[in-house]
C-alpha cells in the first residue's frame, strides 16, 4: 500500500492559519493529501480537526522574542516534523520569505524539501490603483493593535513630527488582540484617537475605501511573514514606510517601492515619513513601482499557479 501524500503548515497560531492558510490547506486535502498543521493550539482545534487536518501543538508564544520559547518550539518542531515527515521525498514545507527559509535550514530541513510561496496573493482585480485623494497628507496603518506590529513606535515618531509642526493626518486601523502579549490596551487607541491627528477606525470592512483617501501606507512592525497590509496597498498604488524585518523587505524594497527604516527606531521612522510627504515625485514613483511588482510577483493568479505546480510536482513522487 503505497504511504499517504503529505502536507504541513506552519503557523504561530490556530486561528491564524484558519484564517490565512484555510483556501491552500482545502485544496490540497482536495488533492489528495494528508494535511498536517502544526501550531498553537488556542480554542480553534475542533475547527481544525472539522476539515479532516491532524493538529500538531507547538508551545511557543505569539510575539515572545525569548530564547527559551524559540528553542522550546525549535524541539517541538523537530518531535513532530524533522526527518519523520518534513525530509521525506514527498514532502514540501511552504515558508513566505528568506528569513523562514533560513530558520528551517537551521533546523535541518534539506533545502530541495522547502518550497518558497509568497502568501496567498492578492485580486489584483478588486485591488486597483487609485489616484492620491486630495485633503491633508494622511498615512495608515492597517493591521492588529500590537506593540509587535510596531503601532506605539509610529505615534512615537508621529508626536515627533507634530512638534515640528509637520505631523500628517494617522490612520489607525485595526482591534486590539488581548490575547497576544503585546496587544495594546482599548484605553490607550482611545486616547490616541482625541488628538485631533490621529483616528483609530478599529475595523474596516473595505480596505480599498481606506487607501483612497490615504496616501502612504505604513507597517512599522518587528516581524511579518508576508504583510497582507502592504500587498493590498501596493495593488492600490500606495507608497509605503515600513521598518526593515522579515516579511516586510519582501514588498516594501527601499528606493523603490518604500523607504524603510529600523524596526523600533521612531526617529528614523519620523525622518522617513517627513521625506515621503514632502517629495511628491518620489511617492508617485514608489507607488507606480508597488502596483507592479504586486502584478509580477504577488497576485492571486501566480501564487495560485504556484501551489497548484508545487502539489502536482509532489504527486509525482514515488
Same mark, same amino acid.
Given at each position: 500500500?503505497?504511504?499517504?501524500?503529505?502536507?504541513?503548515?506552519?503557523?504561530?497560531?490556530?486561528?491564524?492559519?484558519?484564517?490565512?492558510?484555510?483556501?491552500?490547506?482545502?485544496?490540497?486535502?482536495?488533492?489528495?493529501?494528508?494535511?498536517?498543521?502544526?501550531?498553537?493550539?488556542?480554542?480553534?482545534?475542533?475547527?481544525?480537526?472539522?476539515?479532516?487536518?491532524?493538529?500538531?501543538?507547538?508551545?511557543?508564544?505569539?510575539?515572545?522574542?525569548?530564547?527559551?520559547?524559540?528553542?522550546?518550539?525549535?524541539?517541538?518542531?523537530?518531535?513532530?516534523?524533522?526527518?519523520?515527515?518534513?525530509?521525506?521525498?514527498?514532502?514540501?514545507?511552504?515558508?513566505?520569505?528568506?528569513?523562514?527559509?533560513?530558520?528551517?535550514?537551521?533546523?535541518?530541513?534539506?533545502?530541495?524539501?522547502?518550497?518558497?510561496?509568497?502568501?496567498?496573493?492578492?485580486?489584483?482585480?478588486?485591488?486597483?490603483?487609485?489616484?492620491?485623494?486630495?485633503?491633508?497628507?494622511?498615512?495608515?496603518?492597517?493591521?492588529?493593535?500590537?506593540?509587535?506590529?510596531?503601532?506605539?513606535?509610529?505615534?512615537?515618531?508621529?508626536?515627533?513630527?507634530?512638534?515640528?509642526?509637520?505631523?500628517?493626518?494617522?490612520?489607525?486601523?485595526?482591534?486590539?488582540?488581548?490575547?497576544?502579549?503585546?496587544?495594546?490596551?482599548?484605553?490607550?487607541?482611545?486616547?490616541?484617537?482625541?488628538?485631533?491627528?490621529?483616528?483609530?477606525?478599529?475595523?474596516?470592512?473595505?480596505?480599498?475605501?481606506?487607501?483612497?483617501?490615504?496616501?502612504?501606507?505604513?507597517?512599522?512592525?518587528?516581524?511579518?511573514?508576508?504583510?497582507?497590509?502592504?500587498?493590498?496597498?501596493?495593488?492600490?498604488?500606495?507608497?509605503?514606510?515600513?521598518?526593515?524585518?522579515?516579511?516586510?523587505?519582501?514588498?516594501?524594497?527601499?528606493?523603490?517601492?518604500?523607504?524603510?527604516?529600523?524596526?523600533?527606531?521612531?526617529?528614523?521612522?519620523?525622518?522617513?515619513?517627513?521625506?515621503?510627504?514632502?517629495?511628491?515625485?518620489?511617492?508617485?514613483?514608489?507607488?507606480?513601482?508597488?502596483?507592479?511588482? !504586486?502584478?509580477?510577483?504577488?497576485?492571486?493568479?501566480?501564487?495560485?499557479?504556484?501551489?497548484?505546480?508545487?502539489?502536482?510536482? !509532489?504527486?509525482?513522487?514515488?
Amino acid at each position: 500500500m503505497p504511504r499517504p501524500k503529505r502536507i504541513l503548515y506552519l503557523q504561530t497560531e490556530d486561528w491564524a492559519f484558519l484564517l490565512h492558510r484555510l483556501p491552500m490547506s482545502r485544496a490540497a486535502r482536495g488533492a489528495g493529501f494528508e494535511v498536517h498543521v502544526a501550531t498553537r493550539i488556542g480554542d480553534r482545534l475542533a475547527d481544525i480537526e472539522a476539515e479532516g487536518f491532524t493538529a500538531h501543538h507547538i508551545g511557543w508564544t505569539r510575539g515572545s522574542r525569548s530564547p527559551c520559547d524559540t528553542m522550546t518550539a525549535a524541539r517541538q518542531i523537530r518531535r513532530i516534523i524533522m526527518r519523520r515527515l518534513m525530509n521525506r521525498r514527498t514532502v514540501r514545507t511552504i515558508v513566505q520569505n528568506p528569513d523562514d527559509e533560513t530558520f528551517l535550514l537551521r533546523l535541518g530541513v534539506h533545502s530541495d524539501r522547502i518550497q518558497r510561496i509568497a502568501g496567498s496573493g492578492v485580486d489584483t482585480d478588486f485591488y486597483q490603483p487609485m489616484p492620491e485623494p486630495t485633503g491633508p497628507m494622511t498615512i495608515t496603518f492597517v493591521g492588529r493593535m500590537l506593540e509587535d506590529k510596531g503601532v506605539r513606535a509610529l505615534v512615537e515618531a508621529h508626536s515627533l513630527l507634530s512638534r515640528k509642526g509637520k505631523a500628517p493626518r494617522l490612520l489607525l486601523a485595526g482591534t486590539p488582540a488581548p490575547e497576544h502579549p503585546t496587544s495594546l490596551s482599548e484605553q490607550e487607541l482611545q486616547a490616541w484617537n482625541e488628538r485631533d491627528d490621529i483616528e483609530w477606525l478599529g475595523n474596516v470592512s473595505d480596505i480599498r475605501e481606506l487607501w483612497q483617501k490615504s496616501h502612504i501606507a505604513v507597517l512599522p512592525s518587528r516581524r511579518e511573514g508576508l504583510p497582507k497590509s502592504l500587498l493590498e496597498a501596493a495593488a492600490c498604488g500606495r507608497a509605503m514606510i515600513a521598518s526593515d524585518a522579515p516579511g516586510c523587505r519582501e514588498i516594501a524594497v527601499d528606493g523603490e517601492t518604500a523607504l524603510t527604516h529600523p524596526v523600533d527606531d521612531a526617529e528614523a521612522k519620523a525622518a522617513a515619513i517627513e521625506r515621503l510627504i514632502d517629495e511628491n515625485t518620489l511617492r508617485e514613483t514608489f507607488a507606480t513601482a508597488a502596483r507592479r511588482r !504586486v502584478g509580477e510577483r504577488f497576485s492571486e493568479e501566480i501564487i495560485g499557479a504556484q501551489i497548484v505546480a508545487l502539489y502536482e510536482d !509532489v504527486m509525482k513522487q514515488p
